[in-house]
């Protein structure tokens, strides 16, 4: 089957780092994306991983490990612009569909 | 600039009168999807697209049609809209190591 947990909502302060994690099961793995959305918009893409390691952008990270099915993304000097939700998404290998999980809510506080 | 067109961005309308949203990309991708997000469900697969004259079922399909008849454009379609069908609709497009999503149709159907 297929299933990816993400916990539903996390607090942080400016400033300092958090991490997010996300867990799958997929039938065909092809993937892992994350996507940050603020209330209301369009999630707008910060990540892809396929292979396992870490992937640096800005003072966004990512990692993943496909052995353990788990990813998680790494916000660095942490701003209030920070507050939104972050979705963890998986590409199926065949069908090349990807499934989100429910997203983890993300609020920076001063 | 790499993008997915959606139109219109807010549309209210009456149960049971037909109504096409539309979605394009210019990024050449094979695979296209519909989602549908309303509050506490997160992102829901309505229907998707692996190539053209190639679409399948998401997890919501029903009450709704899609083609996919050139590469870029992948419409939505309501043949009879009904009141539970208000939600808030994102087009979606992805190939290799990219996914994208359109900015986000806001349906209320009255």
């Known amino acids: 089957g297929q299933n990816i947990d993400q916990p539903t909502e996390m607090t942080a302060t400016e400033g300092a780092i958090v991490q997010i994690n996300c867990t799958y099961q997929?039938?065909?793995?092809?993937?892992l994306f994350w996507y940050q959305q603020h209330a209301g918009e369009a999630p707008t893409f910060l990540s892809y991983?396929?292979?396992?390691g870490l992937e640096e952008k800005g003072r966004f990270s990512s990692f993943l490990s496909r052995s353990k099915g788990y990813s998680y993304l790494l916000l660095k000097e942490l701003q209030m612009k920070d507050s939104a939700s972050y979705l963890c998404?998986?590409?199926?290998?065949?069908?090349?569909?990807?499934?989100f999980g429910s997203g983890t809510r993300l609020l920076v506080r001063p | 600039e790499a993008q997915v067109t959606q139109n219109p961005r807010y549309l209210i309308t009456v149960t049971g009168k037909k109504l096409t949203v539309t979605c394009s990309q210019n990024?050449?991708?094979?695979?296209m999807s519909w989602y549908r997000q309303d509050p506490g469900l997160g992102l829901r697969q309505i229907y998707y697209?692996?190539?053209?004259?190639?679409?399948d079922k998401g997890d919501v399909p029903e009450g709704y049609k899609v083609s996919r008849k050139e590469k870029r454009n992948f419409p939505l379609i309501l043949e009879s809209p009904s009141p539970n069908q208000t939600s808030l609709y994102f087009c979606?497009?992805?190939?290799?190591?990219?996914?994208?999503f359109g900015q986000g149709t806001r349906l209320t159907v009255v």
């Open positions: 979606a497009s992805s190939g290799g190591t990219e996914a994208f």
């Open positions: 997929t039938s065909g793995f092809n993937g």
């Open positions: 991983n396929v292979l396992d």
């Open positions: 998404a998986v590409r199926e290998k065949s069908s090349y569909k990807l499934i």
């Open positions: 990024m050449n991708h094979e695979y």
């Open positions: 697209s692996m190539n053209v004259e190639v679409t």
